[in-house]
């Protein structure tokens, strides 16, 4: 089944600590995207990528880290730089490089800081 | 600045009634205009699109309605089941265009009681 796998689910990080999140895709889509979620705040984009080995800042880039080395993944790093990391991470895919508007996203990782 | 702005943000219906959710765009270069369904713990998806070329698109119990003068267009869904409560996004963004990527409203939480 064609689809957008994003790990770990849940995951509990200790202040001070970088974690990564997975993104991976099966889809042979082009354009890949991180967004964060917040009650009441919608969905931010954090970093997109159109191309393997390019990506962009989005809003709220402060604090993420991101790399595009294969076309299947785009993994998102939250760094100790990030000073309100408890979130809902969610990563899309879109088909084509340029904005086709249909976004395809996975099911989420609910990062919470201890 | 927020590009996208919606309300309510919060909505609760009795079944069998209507459901109007409403946007506002800024921008007027955008000219692709999704709304996206979302359910606790899951991602989105995307519900039902329109384009600036035409004031209503219907697709069962859902119609969105566009308003290009008032930069405003809506969500109703009809007949409004329990099975609808969810959270809603309306997004923009330009069609074709690359580095550029969907703008979302700050979402609806739509109740429907039985």
């Known amino acids: 089944d064609g689809g957008i796998t994003q790990s770990p689910k849940y995951l509990f990080r200790k202040e001070g600590q970088n974690v990564t999140l997975s993104c991976e895709q099966n889809?042979?889509?082009?354009?890949m995207y991180w967004y964060r979620q917040d009650p009441g705040q919608g969905l931010r984009l954090i970093y997109y990528?159109?191309?393997?080995?390019?990506?962009q800042k989005g809003d709220i880039a402060e604090g993420y880290s991101v790399s595009r080395e294969k076309k299947e993944s785009f993994p998102l790093t939250v760094t100790s730089a990030q000073k309100n990391p408890t979130a809902f991470y969610l990563c899309?895919?879109?088909?084509?490089?340029?904005?086709?508007?249909?976004?395809?996203f996975g099911e989420g990782s609910r990062l919470t800081v201890l | 600045q927020q590009q996208v702005k919606q309300s309510p943000q919060s909505l609760i219906v009795q079944k069998g009634g209507i459901s109007i959710i409403n946007c506002a765009y800024e921008n007027t270069a955008f000219d692709y205009f999704p709304w996206y369904q979302q359910f606790p713990g899951k991602g989105p998806a995307l519900l039902i699109a329109?384009?600036?070329?035409?004031s209503e698109k219907k697709e069962g119990r859902f119609t969105i309605s566009f308003n290009k003068s008032a930069k405003q267009f809506s969500l109703h869904i009809m007949d409004s089941q329990p099975g609808d409560s969810a959270t809603y996004f309306c997004a923009a963004s330009s069609m074709g265009q690359a580095g550029t990527a969907l703008i979302f409203g700050k979402g609806t939480t739509l109740s429907v009681s039985s």
């Open positions: 329109i384009r600036p070329d035409v």
């Open positions: 889809l042979n889509h082009d354009a």
């Open positions: 899309a895919t879109q088909k084509g490089r340029t904005n086709t508007g249909e976004l395809f």
């Open positions: 990528s159109q191309i393997v080995n390019d990506f």
